[in-house]
């Protein structure tokens, strides 16, 4: 089925440790992002991407990078997890900038 | 930047009856105004959005909203709630000079029988 793809779906990681969260889309999806939902906050917003080679910040970008080599990519990088990153992560895409009109279905990641 | 409220942090209906869920925004110009539903354990799902002309938004499931500016509001409504309504209910405002977006805490939506 088409649409915004996360992997994995749980995590746990041990404070210091990196990984790598993915985000795939086969919409041709130019406008993709990032965010954390935590409990009583919504989603905060913490990289997007206008296009491959293109990124920029959000709301929250400390201790997260990405890159955007492809349009159908959007990985997220944790450098060195901390337990405030303890969250769910969803990406997003749309076909152009403004609203994010896919959701996938969530990465829950546990920093302990 | 701009920011969105939502005063209602949880709402229970009896099924049948009507629904508004309250949604207030600050930015300076127009806004672009969104509403998502979130069902447990799973992404979000855009119910409608607002970006210019008539003020009242249809969106799929039988919701509608309403911008008003002077109120700085975007209420979603549903004349009759189904059990399957049941979720959670994210109003978002987005800027037309940048790719920012900004999500409400959310309102959770039980319905009773």
């Known amino acids: 089925n088409a649409g915004v793809t996360q992997t994995p779906k749980f995590q746990v990681l041990k404070t210091g440790q990196s990984m790598t969260l993915q985000c795939a889309q086969d919409m041709n999806h130019e406008y993709m992002s990032w965010y954390r939902q935590d409990p009583g906050m919504g989603l905060r917003l913490i990289h997007y991407?206008?296009?491959?080679?293109?990124?920029d910040q959000g709301e929250v970008p400390n201790g997260y990078n990405v890159s955007r080599s492809t349009t159908e990519d959007f990985p997220l990088r944790l450098l060195s997890a901390a337990p405030s990153q303890t969250s769910v992560y969803f990406c997003?895409?749309?076909?152009?900038?403004?609203?994010?009109?896919?959701f996938g279905q969530g990465t829950r990641l546990t920093v302990v | 930047a701009q920011s969105v409220t939502q005063p209602d942090i949880h709402i229970t209906v009896s099924e049948g009856a009507s629904l508004e869920l309250r949604c207030n925004y600050s930015?300076?110009?127009?806004?672009?105004l969104f509403w998502y539903v979130q069902s447990p354990g799973q992404g979000l799902q855009l119910l409608l959005k607002?970006?210019?002309?008539?003020?009242l938004v249809q969106g799929i499931k039988g919701f509608e909203a309403e911008f008003k500016r002077s109120q700085s509001s975007f209420n979603l409504r549903k004349p009759s709630v189904h059990w399957s309504d049941a979720a959670e209910y994210f109003c978002a405002v987005g800027a037309i000079d940048n790719n920012d977006m900004r999500f409400g805490a959310g309102t959770r939506l039980t319905v009773k029988p």
């Open positions: 991407s206008v296009g491959a080679g293109i990124t």
């Open positions: 930015y300076g110009a127009t806004p672009y």
């Open positions: 607002y970006f210019s002309g008539d003020t």
């Open positions: 997003a895409s749309s076909y152009s900038t403004g609203p994010a009109a896919f």
